[in-house]
């Protein structure tokens, strides 16, 4: 289903990382939108940056896509400058944009087509339309599309060139629960091919399905990056019951942070197993319902969260330097 890619030889394939951003700055005027953020993506691998609107993740994006030079820092792609080296970089690199001017006069089938004419080695159209699953409206005008049909249109075109490197700025924005699925089935081959895929997403099941590595940004800065595991660990793991109106009050152990109060109890802990063990020794001896008993240990979307309401610790700390 994923053909083995055949790639221009002008950059051969190293054990170097796909990308690599040191101290990345970008501004715009007096403004500083991106404060100096590092990060790699090696080849086979997903790394998602993620952020709330405004944290600077399109802006990082353009400057390894060649569109704009940093103000400080460096960024390579396979090696090579997107800016000074753009069109050694161009070919091997995929890029999908969160707007697209298209034609729209042109069909589906004549946009690949004119856009594989200026590519080397192409992927053939049937199969790039085969791809994001629009085979059935090759002969439809661009305009005539549908929102989600022009984003997977935009993707087929993205992939055309069969790139090692692959940005997708928000890919499945738009698209409804099966085509994003697919669109997550058609990533995680690309990656099983060894592209090295970068991309930012406002769904945070798109992360946790796909990345391998996260970096969440806010104010232009990486506040928090590591594996899903990693990240998760940050955040601590709550605990949440109701009591009954009769019900003693547990007692709160070492280390808990008591957040809900009264009959709903939410605690928080760094240490979830021997928490919980003492809270459930407790009830049985006292012979104490829990109702709705909740334990979850910290996730990415509490990080995301904490790191977006500006909570998380981390991103005082940044914010203040
Ligand atoms: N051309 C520009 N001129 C001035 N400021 C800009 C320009 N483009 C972006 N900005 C500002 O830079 C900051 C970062 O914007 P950017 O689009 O990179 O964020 P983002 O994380 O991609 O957000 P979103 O999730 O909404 O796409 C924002 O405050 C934005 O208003």
Do not use: C
Request: aromatic letters at 4%; hydrophobic letters at 40%.
């Amino acid at each position: 289903m994923h053909p083995t890619p055949t790639r221009s030889p002008s950059i051969a394939p190293t054990a170097a990382p796909a990308i690599e951003v040191t101290d990345l700055r970008r501004s715009y005027g007096d403004f500083e939108a991106v404060r100096g953020i590092s990060f790699e993506v090696q080849p086979g691998e997903v790394f998602a940056l993620l952020g709330v609107n405004g944290a600077g993740k399109t802006s990082a994006l353009e400057v390894l896509e060649g569109l704009a030079p940093p103000a400080a820092g460096a960024v390579r792609v396979l090696g090579a400058d997107p800016v000074r080296d753009r069109a050694r970089v161009r070919p091997h690199l995929g890029v999908l944009l969160q707007t697209s001017g298209l034609p729209g006069d042109l069909t589906v089938a004549e946009t690949l087509r004119a856009w594989a004419g200026t590519l080397t080695g192409p992927r053939p159209v049937p199969e790039a339309l085969a791809q994001v699953q629009l085979a059935d409206r090759a002969d439809v005008r661009v305009r005539s599309l549908s929102g989600g049909e022009r984003r997977r249109l935009d993707l087929a075109l993205s992939l055309l060139g069969r790139p090692a490197v692959v940005v997708l700025d928000e890919p499945t924005t738009g698209l409804d629960p099966e085509s994003r699925r697919q669109v997550w089935e058609l990533v995680k081959g690309l990656v099983a091919d060894g592209a090295a895929v970068l991309l930012t997403t406002h769904h945070l099941e798109e992360a946790e399905e796909l990345a391998d590595r996260v970096a969440i940004m806010r104010g232009g800065q990486i506040v928090l990056s590591g594996t899903q595991a990693e990240i998760a660990e940050t955040q601590p793991a709550t605990i949440r019951f109701t009591l009954d109106d009769d019900a003693p009050q547990p007692p709160v152990p070492t280390g808990v942070q008591v957040v809900g109060q009264g009959r709903r109890v939410e605690w928080h802990t760094r240490a979830l197993q021997p928490v919980l063990a003492e809270l459930l020794a407790w009830a049985a001896e006292h012979g104490v319902v829990l109702r709705t008993l909740l334990a979850r240990a910290g996730s990415l979307e509490q990080a995301f969260l904490a790191v977006a309401d500006g909570t998380d610790p981390r991103t005082t700390q940044e914010e203040n330097r």
